[in-house]
């Protein structure tokens, strides 16, 4: 078993990146857009599963032959800057959209503002380059130690599919790929 040690001291840099890092992680939270958990479960009461090996679902129509959609009654509207949409004319009267903003627009460009300059800060920039660069050389240490075995283990596996594959061939000469001959 290897032990990968570094040093245990944190620099006072290193927390100010840090603390950039998970505001920005926190930012991302905040407009990151989650149905209610009421949507999720009448969706998953309407759409029938095939079996309970497979999560694949038929499609609600035939695809081929389906007739128009009609229109629906949604309404959009703008609001401080924002497009709010709206099930219908009455729901716009109430004020009750389809899906809460997060935040007004200025808000958002503020945070957007805040992104910006945590992204393009060179001490930010440094240590995601050197953690990215920490994070590749312990995968190709994991692939140095542990290749033969998972290789072994997928051999022993009898049947294939798209998840247990030993080699993917993706050379593909683009030039010859579109000539009259073919």
Not at 25 to 48: C, D, G, I, Q
Not at 49 to 75: C, W
Request: one cysteine or more; hydrophobic letters at 35%; glycine letters at 2%.
């Amino acid at each position: 078993q290897i032990m990968i040690v570094g040093s245990p001291a944190v620099s006072e840099l290193e927390t100010h990146v840090c603390s950039a890092l998970r505001e920005a992680v926190l930012m991302r939270e905040k407009y990151l857009f989650r149905e209610s958990p009421e949507t999720e479960r009448r969706e998953a009461l309407k759409t029938p599963v095939v079996s309970s090996a497979t999560s694949f679902s038929p499609p609600p129509y035939d695809p081929f032959h389906a007739p128009p959609i009609e229109a629906s009654a949604h309404v959009c509207h703008w609001n401080n800057g924002i497009m709010v949409v709206y099930a219908n004319r009455s729901a716009l009267m109430r004020r009750q959209a389809l899906v809460d903003v997060p935040g007004s627009f200025v808000e958002f460009s503020r945070d957007v503002a805040k992104l910006m300059t945590t992204v393009e800060e060179p001490d930010v920039r440094s240590m995601c380059h050197r953690r990215l660069v920490m994070l590749s050389e312990r995968f190709n240490m994991h692939l140095l130690l542990n290749s033969e075995a998972e290789r072994q283990e997928q051999m022993a596996v009898p049947h294939r599919d798209l998840y247990n594959c030993r080699k993917i061939d993706t050379h593909v000469h683009h030039s010859s790929c579109m000539n009259q001959k073919h």
